[in-house]
């Protein structure tokens, strides 16, 4: 049992709702294990690749996330994740009766049955979806102990100036390495 453990999320939210939301999670004891920083660049290693490669894999998954700024860091990663659910039914993942819908690409459907319905998933279970993918291939790569600190942290962005302040951190987040406090060297 864990006694006096913070909650992780806001009690009573939605987090399926319509929103941005930043979002940084750490590698387990913050080893670094993704690459380092060069002249202020991130440079990846093929586990740093795999990092970024599954954020965006969540984008093509997910027909509703916009995927705002993001980096991958050594031993971590920040991100900006829009749950829009305007953006439902009007690509690959509209389907009828089971089967694909035509002309469900890019373009809007040429059919329309009101029982296309998706479930839109939580930030907790796109973060989910996120760390356990991206373990796996990190695995499968032979790094078996590689391991994402348990839960993430959070933040719901509720106005512009919140989200050009966060997006300005993010961004930037590389040159700032030898400062950030997830930086143990």
Known sequence: ML??????????????????????????DRVCCFGGIRAGKMVFNEYGKIAEQQWYWLGEQYPYLVLHEFVVMPNHIHGIIEIKRANVGVGRDVV???????????????????????????????????KTTSSKKIHLLGYDAFKWQRSFHDH??????????????????PQQWEQDKFNKT
Not at 3 to 28: A, E, I, W
Not at 162 to 173: C, L
């Open 156 to 173: 719901i962005i509720r106005d512009e100036k919140s989200y050009e302040t966060i997006s300005y951190y993010i961004s930037n987040n």
């Open 3 to 28: 006694h006096n453990r913070k909650p992780n999320r806001m009690k009573g939210y939605d987090y399926s709702q319509d929103n941005l939301y930043f979002v940084t999670s750490c590698v387990q």
């Open 96 to 130: 009828w009766a089971g089967r694909d819908v035509v002309g469900a690409g890019r373009d809007r459907p040429l059919q329309h049955d009101s029982s296309v319905s998706i479930k839109i998933k939580s930030l907790s279970e796109l973060m989910g979806a996120y």
